[in-house]
C-alpha cells in the first residue's frame, strides 16, 4: 500500500479494505466483474484546467465525472454546460469546498443545497474526504456519497507527475473510482498523468465510464 506524507496532510493512494467496511453506506468503488474504470475530477469547473480535462477524455472517447464547487460554476457556467454537454456526470462538492470535519452540521448541510441550486446532482463527494456521521445520516437519502479506490496526489506540490501517474496506473483494478483534481494546484502533475493514465488505460482494455 502506498502512502504519502506531506507538510499538509498524509493520504494514502489506495484506499484500505478496513477503511471501506467500516462506512459500508459510502460507495468506495463499482463491481469489481467489469474491467471498467471511473474516472473522477474534484474542485473545478474553472477555465485554465477543465477545457483540456475535456479534451484529454475526448481523445479516448472517454467518459467522467465531476465534483463540482458550486463558486465555481456560478463564476464559470458556459464550462459547467460544455462538462454535461460533453456527455459527463456531475457531482456536488459543496458550494466554498468546505472540510465537514470543522464545519457544523447544520451549516455544512445548507452549504451542499445552496451548491445544488447550481448543480443540480444526485451524487456528492465530501471535500478531503472528510465527513461527520451526522452529516452522512442528513445526507445519506438525498444523495449517493460518493468516495474513492484510488486517489492520485495530483494536488501533493511534492509529488511528481511521474509519480502521480504511476500512483493511478499501479493501484487501480476493475471498478476503481479514480480521483483527479481540475485545479490550479493539481495542474501540473494533472497535465503529465492524465494523457498518459488514459492512453495506459485504453491500451489495457478498460472502458472508462462516468458514475
Known amino acids: 500500500m502506498s502512502t504519502f506524507i506531506t507538510f499538509e496532510t498524509m493520504y494514502l493512494v489506495k484506499t484500505p ?8 453506506s459510502l460507495i468506495w468503488n463499482q ?13 473545478g469547473p474553472i477555465p485554465q484546467v477543465t477545457p483540456f480535462v475535456l ?12 465534483f463540482c464547487i458550486g ?10 454546460k460544455q462538462v454535461i454537454s460533453e456527455g459527463h456526470s456531475i457531482g456536488n462538492h459543496t458550494f466554498n469546498h468546505l472540510n465537514g470535519w470543522f464545519t457544523p452540521t447544520d451549516e455544512y448541510i445548507k452549504n451542499i443545497e445552496k451548491c445544488n441550486k447550481k448543480v443540480k446532482a444526485r ?7 472528510r465527513i461527520r456521521p451526522t452529516q452522512i445520516l442528513s445526507l445519506k437519502n438525498e444523495f449517493k456519497i460518493i468516495m474513492w479506490d484510488i486517489l492520485s496526489g495530483d494536488f501533493d506540490q511534492e509529488l511528481s507527475p511521474e509519480d502521480c501517474y ?31 493514465a488514459l492512453k495506459y488505460w485504453t491500451e489495457q ?6 458514475l
Open 17 to 24: 479494505y478496513l477503511l471501506k467496511k467500516l462506512y459500508p
Open 31 to 43: 463491481s469489481r466483474k467489469e474491467k471498467v474504470l471511473y474516472i473522477t475530477f474534484d474542485d
Open 55 to 66: 479534451s484529454e477524455l475526448r481523445k479516448y472517447n472517454a467518459k467522467a465525472t465531476f
Open 71 to 80: 463558486d465555481n460554476v456560478n463564476k464559470h457556467p458556459e464550462i459547467f
Open 123 to 129: 451524487l456528492f463527494r465530501p471535500p478531503y474526504g
Open 166 to 196: 504511476k500512483n493511478v496506473i499501479e493501484q487501480s483494478e476493475n471498478g476503481s473510482i479514480i480521483v483527479f483534481h481540475d485545479s490550479l494546484k493539481a495542474e501540473p502533475r494533472l497535465r503529465y498523468a492524465l494523457p498518459n
Open 205 to 210: 482494455g478498460y472502458e472508462l465510464k462516468a
